[in-house]
């Protein structure tokens, strides 16, 4: 086996590290240089014909990028629903780097298979749903949205006669999903990837906060005839609305005594997390009686990117959906193998670095980081509500939506565009924009560990100076 210094190339990784980590105080918190900028810049533009030494790759390559890079880190990033990262969780990222343990089989990956399981265990636990149900760590939301709803997908097809596993769902009858007006766009793209097509959606309305309608909810489900899927919202990406979790099972129950061929699905991506919390923990009352459940460990849990978690509480249906066998592969022994949780048959160990996050939080510290990063949102509501020019037009757990206002307290939606360009062009924070109920708006989400009280200042003194360095809400 071929000698191998790791120990300079690895120093100069750890030192640019320390550097980008100490540095988010004194750089702005969106990317200072966009990707055209950064192309142009491109240390080679042909591929070279001969290498450099790996420490100077390091070098080449932060020296390139790291103008481009968005403070993440920084209690400051509010664009996107997106933690920081735990000093735990990363420090284990970086040792499952360095173990390249391909976790997929426990026969010949068990020792990180075991820290999953048990992440998994504990991630069940903390928002109470069933203790039996299959957890899997694929790459985010969107993946473990498409892995729910290809269990869902098959299991109200099996209850027609149809397995799909074998017949394909060109075999059964045409699958209805019920869905919000305002689900997040992931679900459209999970239906598209699962054949079912964006016309089998139906869609709901919703409240002025964003959530799901309940009595249009039931009425649908008293009106589609034939295998179903109900998606309900726990955070609505935009104001944080959750659905009604009571209202939505009660009337898939009821549905479910005169057919079987029903599947309630919860796209939990950030606020299925309330529920380890104390405060909002009431908002997801019920949600446990569902069939699956999405969220995400790299938003609210802080872990590094990318982890999504899958939870079908038929693991069974779940194996059979994504799972896979051959007779090179290795038999399932008494812990379950990843490969029957998640659609990846090579795939790093994102679980270890949930389980790091996890061990140094504790119950109460991950209680304590959700409630106060709802805490936060709270506190910047009232903040920027009291700027005169500013308007909220919603706020739930950890999200956040303003726009500005004119002098009579009308939405300006040319005002709020230009005081979005304003406040990320200053630096000190960084927003996002979005359209919410057909009008352009800002929205802030508190996801990252690290936002404080005087951040929650910071962001009230640059949308301050925004609105009146504008000229915003003056009459006339």
């Known amino acids: 086996m071929k000698a191998v210094d790791y120990d300079t190339t690895l120093a100069a990784a750890a030192r640019r590290s320390r550097e980008w980590l100490s540095s988010y105080e004194q750089r702005p918190v969106g990317p200072p240089v966009d990707a055209e900028t950064l192309w142009s810049r491109r240390p080679s533009t042909e591929v070279p014909e001969q290498g450099l030494p790996a420490e100077s790759v390091v070098d080449e390559l932060g020296n390139w990028i790291e103008p481009g890079l968005s403070a993440l880190g920084s209690g400051r ?21 360095a173990w390249d343990q391909n976790t997929t089989f426990a026969q010949h990956a068990p020792a990180t298979v075991v820290v999953e399981h048990l992440a998994g265990r504990w991630i069940l636990d903390l928002l109470g749903l069933p203790p039996d149900a299959a957890v899997g760590f ?11 709803l290809a269990a869902a997908r098959n299991a109200v097809l099996s209850a027609h006669g149809v397995e799909v596993e074998q017949e394909g769902i060109a075999a059964g009858p045409p699958i209805t999903v019920i869905g919000s007006a305002e689900q997040h766009v992931s679900i459209d793209r999970s239906v598209r990837l699962l054949g079912l097509g964006t016309n089998a959606v139906r869609l709901v309305p919703t409240g002025h906060d964003g959530s799901m309608d309940p009595e249009a909810c039931r009425q649908a489900l008293n009106e589609v005839t034939g295998p179903v899927i109900v998606c309900s919202q726990a955070g609505n990406v935009n104001g944080g609305a959750i659905d009604p979790m009571l209202d939505i099972g009660a009337a898939v129950a009821e549905r479910r005594t005169r057919e079987p061929d029903i599947w309630w699905h919860v796209d939990g991506a950030f606020g299925l997390w309330v529920r380890a919390g104390r405060r909002a923990r009431h908002l997801l009352d019920g949600v446990e009686q569902a069939d699956s459940w999405t969220t995400d460990a790299h ?7 990318d982890c999504g978690i899958a939870i079908v509480g038929q693991r069974e249906r779940l194996a059979r959906a994504v799972g896979v066998r051959a007779s090179y592969l290795p038999a399932e022994g008494q812990i379950g193998d990843p490969i029957d949780t998640v659609t990846e048959f090579s795939r790093r160990a994102r679980g270890v670095p949930v389980w790091a996050a996890l061990r140094s939080l504790g119950r109460a510290g991950v209680a304590a980081l959700v409630d106060d990063a709802c805490q936060r ?54 927003p996002s924009a979005t359209v919410w109920q057909g009008r352009a708006s800002i929205r802030l989400s508190v996801s990252n560990w690290r936002t404080d009280a005087a951040d929650v200042a910071v962001v009230h003194d640059v949308f301050s100076d925004a609105v009146r360095d504008l000229g915003l809400g003056r009459a006339g």
Request: aromatic share 6%; glycine share 10%; charged share 15%.
């Open 299 to 305: 938003k609210w849990l802080n872990t590094p990117y």
């Open 138 to 148: 694929p790459t985010g939301a969107q993946t473990a949205n498409t892995i729910c």
């Open 77 to 97: 990033y509010l664009a996107l629903v997106t933690g920081g990262v735990l000093p735990a969780a990363l420090a284990a990222d970086w040792l499952v780097s």
């Open 377 to 430: 949102a709270e506190e910047l509501a009232k903040a920027l509500g009291a700027v005169e020019g500013l308007a909220v037009r919603g706020q739930q757990i950890n999200q956040l939506v303003v726009e500005a206002v004119d002098g009579s307290g009308q939405p300006d939606e040319v005002g709020t565009r230009e005081l979005l360009s304003w406040v990320v062009a200053d630096g000190r924070c960084y």
